[in-house]
């Protein structure tokens, strides 16, 4: 795990939207302000073309693209 980073800011703003749209994970969206009361944690590929060159170079078994963990957290 490469990285890691999270999504904050007042309730009702739209969070888990964007979450859902960025990661592997959905989390339930809510009209109500403060319906979230646990955080979500998602994965998100980050596939990269220059890994394939790099191989030209120096050949792998296997070559495995990095990810970014995004932890959707309930509103302020
Ligand atoms: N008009 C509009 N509504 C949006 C947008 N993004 C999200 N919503 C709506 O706003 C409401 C709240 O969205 P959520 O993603 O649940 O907001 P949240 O910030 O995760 O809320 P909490 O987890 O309770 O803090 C939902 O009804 C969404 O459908 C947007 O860009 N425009
Ligand atoms: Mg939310």
Redesign the pocket.
Known sequence: MALQCGII?I???????IFNCISNTKGE???F????TKSNIGVVQVPDKRLYELEKHQVTEKIIHTTVEIV?I??F
């Open positions: 800011g309730t009702n703003v739209g969070k888990t939207t969206t809510n009209a302000a403060f319906s979230a959707d309930p509103g």
